[in-house]
């Protein structure tokens, strides 16, 4: 007998024993209302066509749909170890948690961490360390090249891209608070600049995606008059030209219809409560000389604000190309800020997020060396973004090229984010990624604030100290000489091996173009 027909002689027989028992004794009708629920279920279960496990397992199979909505934290708090969570682990998440709160970030009892299992990284510090001797102002870096008429002084760690509409109006306002109190920038994703990117005066960096929302004609392309609007605002410190990103490479911008309100919808010049896909790629250039002939067009527009670009990278000689294009013009970005393809987001067809575009840092070699092969660097600044929560993931990306740093999902998690996984459903219990009033509500953007500025600050702290350890006087003379990795039980390699830098200017001349360069510049 199968588990169906069972419960429908089990119902049967229920219904008979309550309506028996009701009729003795009319005093426990209540029975009726715990049971009468349970057997109308069953029975719409049983005819339903949708669900098959529904279908065969009336009543219980729905606890199927349960275990796997609440799998994230039952895997969180019950099955994961320390160093075993996904995408990031129990010791980052918590190391981001004590910083924002400004509690004990000390770990007793030596590290979890498998010290002889491959991809273990460390620092080599010195024997004759800085202590004391390194000015303790947190560092920041200057971005503006030769062009550029409002240089802007950014601190080497900021809030990463995140729309409002992926995020909540209170996760926006308090990232943005926070900002404000340790004077850092909050790049606005995307969704463009809504009123809570603005009223806590933080500085931003305005980011233009694909379909320029903010800046966006009626039949959804670049609007110069928009544009010049907004970005002569006070609190718009840079622009940049987002051309792809770590988490959906290829892929434009998604926001599902239930978190695209009215409000949103007006900001972004689109239809209220319908999915919002951005395209692909630009409608404003398609090819290396109009990206750079576009970099100066917002340049003269905005008076002379830094400009750059953003993406993941993919195809190497389409980047080797922007560098000839910059050659051939004289015209630059102010910035280049990489995404590693282990980017976040919050929404991406699973394809895209596991198997499309290079690593952070084999894409942050591969573009530092580039811009120092073709003698670019020195008037280009490199952000990096992906997966960074800890000192050590800074130095890291300093010692690889990278001049600063964007986090996003590190921010996230200071503002009280607990990894549940549903960015992309609108139900994020602690309303950071949700247009739910009712959940957004307990985001406290006084508090949350703070502990953005918390982490930010204590982070950089923490960098200062690796700094000091290395015998170094200053986060830019960190080198790939710095880092090792252990690529087996027997062997390890330092960075200078695994990344081996090329000559300044080489790119330039052909005869001294290197073996892994000479295929892209072979390619017409």
């Not at 404003?284 to 990278?313: H, Q, W, Y």
């Amino acid at each position: 007998m199968s588990v169906k027909q069972i419960f429908v002689l089990v119902s049967v027989f229920l219904m008979v024993i309550i309506t028996d028992l009701i009729y003795f004794f009319p005093n426990i009708w209540w029975i009726s209302l715990i049971f009468g629920p349970i057997i109308l279920l069953g029975v719409f279960d049983s005819l339903q066509k949708h669900h098959a496990i529904r279908r065969n397992f009336p009543v219980i199979g729905h606890l199927r749909y349960l275990l796997e909505e609440i799998r994230p934290e039952i895997m969180q708090y019950f099955v994961e170890t320390d160093t075993e969570g996904r995408p990031f682990n129990r010791l980052y998440r918590s190391l981001v948690y004590q910083r924002a709160k400004k509690v004990t970030d000390t770990t007793p009892f030596g590290t979890q961490m498998d010290v002889y299992r491959a991809g273990y990284e460390w620092m080599e510090h010195s024997i004759y360390p800085k202590k004391n001797e390194v000015e303790k102002v947190l560092p920041r870096v200057t971005i503006g090249g030769p062009d550029c008429k409002q240089p802007y002084s950014a601190s080497i760690l900021n809030i990463s891209a995140m729309s409002f509409g992926s995020l909540s109006k209170n996760a926006i306002s308090a990232l943005n608070k926070g900002a404000k109190i340790d004077d850092f920038y909050h790049n606005t994703g995307e969704g463009g600049i809504s009123r809570y990117h603005l009223e806590n005066k933080g500085d931003l960096v305005w980011q233009i995606g694909t379909a320029y929302f903010g800046c966006r004609t009626k039949d959804g392309n670049f609007d110069p008059k928009l544009f010049e609007e907004e970005s002569n605002l006070y609190n718009v410190k840079m622009i940049e030209i987002k051309i792809s990103q770590g988490a959906k490479p290829g892929h434009g911008g998604i926001l599902p219809a239930i978190k695209n309100t009215e409000e949103i919808a007006r900001i972004r010049g689109v239809e209220p409560h319908t999915e919002v896909l951005s395209p692909s790629g630009h409608t404003a250039f398609s090819n290396p000389t109009e990206l750079v002939e576009f970099i100066k067009k917002l340049r003269e527009l905005s008076n002379g604000k830094p400009i750059g670009f953003k993406l993941c990278l993919g195809r190497k000689k389409e980047f080797i190309d922007i560098c000839k294009a910059m050659l051939e013009t004289g015209i630059k970005p102010d910035f280049i800020a990489i995404d590693g393809g282990e980017g976040g987001t919050g929404a991406a067809p699973v394809e895209f997020t596991n198997s499309m575009g290079y690593p952070l840092r084999e894409g942050l070699c591969f573009v530092y060396d580039t811009l120092v092969g073709f003698d670019l660097k020195k008037d280009i600044n490199i952000i990096a973004s992906g997966k960074i929560t800890s000192s050590f993931h800074i130095a890291r990306i300093l010692a690889l090229g990278a001049d600063l740093c964007n986090s996003a999902r590190g921010m996230m998690m200071a503002l009280g984010c607990i990894q549940a996984l549903r960015c992309n459903k609108n139900t994020c219990p602690v309303g950071v990624t949700t247009q739910d009033i009712s959940l957004m509500k307990g985001l406290n953007v006084n508090d949350k604030s703070v502990r953005v500025a918390n982490f930010h600050h204590q982070t950089l702290e923490s960098l200062i100290e690796l700094v000091e350890a290395c015998g170094l006087n200053s986060p830019s003379e960190l080198n790939r000489a710095h880092i090792n990795r252990r690529i087996s039980m027997e062997k390890v390699s330092n960075y200078l091996e695994l990344y081996p830098p090329i000559k300044k200017g080489c790119l330039l001349n052909s005869a001294e173009i290197p073996d892994k360069y000479r295929m892209f510049f072979a390619i017409n």
